[in-house]
C-alpha cells in the first residue's frame, strides 16, 4: 500500500503526454514499468508510436526514460509510410523528444531499405536519425557501408560519413524492372557490380 501511495504521489510519467503504461514497481529512486506506450505527433502533424517491454525513470531526473527492447513506428511522409525502428536500448527524452539508441539498432522502411547500427540519435520532431559508428544500408540491389551516417527530411536523404564502400548487384534480366537492351556493343552491356574503396 506504501508504493501505491508513492507512485500515486510521486508519479513521474504523469507529464508524459500520450503515454499508457503496465504494471509499476518502485526501486529507490527508480520507478519500473512494464509495457510501455508512448505516442504523439512530429512537427508536421505525422503520428509516432514507441513500445518497448520496460521502462525505467528515475524520480529526480523525470524527462529521461531507459526503454528496454524498443520499437518505434514513424510515419514519413504524406502518404503514411512509415519507418520502424529497434533497439535493445534507449534513453529518450520526454521534453525534446530524442532519443539515444544502442545495441543493435535497425531501421527499415516501406521502400525496402534497412539500415543497421551500433547506436544512433533519433529526433522524432525533426525525423532525423545520426550515428558516428559503424553503419550499413540495404538497399535490395546493394549494400552501403560507413563510419556514420545522417538521416535528414524524414529519411528522404541519407549522407553517409568517413570511409563509405558500395556494392551493388547488376539487375538480371528476369527482372521487369530492368532495361531492355537495345541494339549491340559497349553501351547495351548490362551494369557490373562495384566496389569503391577509399
Not at 77 to 104: C, H, P, W, Y
Not at 128 to 135: H, I, Q, R, Y
Not at 147 to 171: A, C, Q
Request: aromatic share 6%; no cysteine.
Amino acid at each position: 500500500m506504501v508504493v501505491v501511495g508513492l507512485i500515486a504521489y510521486f508519479d513521474p510519467f504523469r507529464n508524459i503526454k500520450g503515454l499508457t503504461l503496465g504494471p509499476i514497481s518502485v526501486s529507490g529512486t527508480n520507478v519500473t514499468m512494464e509495457s510501455p506506450k508512448l505516442t504523439g505527433y512530429r512537427n508536421d502533424n505525422r503520428p509516432y508510436e514507441v513500445t518497448a517491454s520496460a521502462a525505467t525513470q528515475d524520480v529526480r531526473n523525470p524527462n529521461f526514460v531507459e526503454l528496454k527492447d524498443l520499437r518505434a513506428r514513424i510515419v514519413t511522409d504524406d502518404k503514411g509510410s512509415v519507418a520502424r525502428l529497434e533497439a535493445v536500448i534507449g534513453i529518450l527524452d520526454t521534453q525534446k523528444e530524442q532519443m539515444n539508441l544502442s545495441q543493435d539498432v535497425r531501421v527499415r522502411t516501406d521502400a525496402g531499405q534497412e539500415v543497421k547500427l551500433r547506436s544512433a540519435f533519433v529526433d522524432f520532431k525533426t525525423g532525423s536519425v545520426t550515428s558516428d559508428e559503424p553503419v550499413v544500408v540495404s538497399l535490395g540491389n546493394g549494400i552501403i557501408e560507413a563510419t556514420g551516417l545522417e538521416v535528414i527530411d524524414n529519411g528522404k536523404s541519407m549522407h553517409f560519413k568517413g570511409r563509405v564502400r558500395t556494392t551493388f548487384e547488376p539487375k538480371t534480366a528476369s527482372d521487369p524492372s530492368a532495361p531492355a537492351s537495345v541494339g549491340k556493343g559497349p553501351e547495351s552491356l548490362p551494369a557490373q557490380p562495384t566496389s569503391v574503396r577509399p
